[in-house]
């Protein structure tokens, strides 16, 4: 038996022992921009494990002050330094404060740090397969010498990640990215609570990727954290993927939306999904309000227009809101949504 566990809530320790001592293996395909870990939130973390199902390694400490905590995330820097190869992004670390359990909700399988101690979980597809802690003599030397680290993280690694795929976050992006010269990337803003964001990383993206591989840099952006923030408004402005904001911007700044820069300019963009249905009173069938693949934007990589093609249907298999607007199911969405993703990655990547 392999060592798996998943995420239930009454769950009080994350590890369990098999009869197999061979580590479940996972694919570790969106590197970090960064080689330190990345502070992530509640939210955030909540939705890597609970909606993105994500593949990654996650610390958790008890606030900063800590030496054992600066000493680990030395650690995990020089490894991700001394490991990196050249194309390929560095491995995705993720770290996270506990103290915010004081004031959040817990989340299921992730223990609160004792204070001056370090817990280090392996997380694939969303499941903790492994937790190391700091706190047990077994696992010091795990936290303090880098050949140890080394040599335990990687049996977990079925696949490193690959050239020209990272996280940044929001104030990398905006900092080092967009307006920048000299610089041509393609840019994804998401958010890891997000179903369409988590339908399109592991179902299109990501395979596509593993398959053709980029010529340049393809970043996701993941603004999880600020979506209930006073800073959301102006942080979707500022990411140009407002109407308000760009041309090439979609209502109030829709996620997931793709991006391609140049030269320190927004050249071309999509939005994956959001099309907006209504019903038709005098027919009583429904039909699509808005897309915005509607023909008014100037797009290099496609010329089809979902308004045509929704309206050229019959019907269309909508499902209704609590709040009475329609959508469609995301497998649906996917059938009109894919190729223009796709025809974008091909334009731009290949």
């Not at 993720?94 to 004792?114: A, Q, R, W």
């Not at 000299?182 to 958010?191: A, D, P, Q, V, Y």
């Not at 402005?237 to 109407?243: A, D, P, S, V, Y």
Request: net charge negative.
């Amino acid at each position: 038996m392999k060592k798996k566990l998943l995420l239930f809530p009454l769950l009080i320790s994350p590890f369990i022992s098999g009869c197999d001592s061979k580590p479940i293996q996972g694919d570790f395909l969106v590197g970090n921009y960064s080689a330190s870990s990345i502070e992530i939130t509640t939210s955030e973390l909540s939705a890597k494990l609970l909606v993105e199902h994500d593949t990654f390694f996650l610390s958790t400490h008890k606030g900063e002050s800590c030496i054992c905590w600066t000493d680990f995330q030395n650690v995990v820097t020089t490894y991700n330094e001394q490991t990196k190869e050249d194309g390929n992004e560095y491995v995705p670390f993720f770290s996270y404060d506990t103290t915010s359990y004081e004031t959040g909700l817990k989340i299921p399988g992730i223990d609160e740090v004792m204070s001056g101690y370090v817990d280090f979980y392996v997380i694939i597809e969303g499941e903790i397969v492994e937790k190391y802690s700091k706190s047990a003599k077994k696992d010091y030397q795990f936290f303090d010498d880098v050949t140890t680290f080394k040599s335990t993280i990687e049996k977990y690694m079925k696949a490193k990640p690959i050239p020209n795929y990272a996280y940044v976050s929001y104030d990398y992006a905006r900092a080092h990215l967009i307006n920048k010269d000299n610089n041509e990337f393609i840019l994804f803003t998401i958010r890891s609570g997000c179903g369409d964001c988590t339908h399109l990383l592991p179902n299109v993206l990501t395979p596509w990727l593993v398959k053709n591989g980029s010529k340049i840099p393809v970043y996701l952006c993941d603004i999880e954290r600020y979506k209930d923030t006073k800073e959301y408004d102006d942080i979707r402005h500022n990411l140009k993927i407002t109407e308000a904001s760009d041309s090439l911007g979609y209502d109030v700044g829709r996620v997931p939306t793709y991006q391609y820069w140049k030269n320190g300019q927004l050249m071309d963009a999509g939005v994956y999904g959001n099309d907006f249905f209504i019903k038709d009173e005098e027919t009583n069938k429904i039909k699509i309000s808005k897309s915005y693949f509607d023909g008014t934007r100037d797009l290099k990589y496609t010329d089809i227009n979902l308004i045509e093609q929704f309206n050229a249907l019959d019907t269309i298999d909508a499902s209704i809101k609590p709040d009475g607007t329609y959508y469609l199911n995301i497998k649906k969405e996917a059938d009109f949504h894919d190729p223009l993703l796709i025809a974008f990655l091909s334009y731009y990547c290949k």
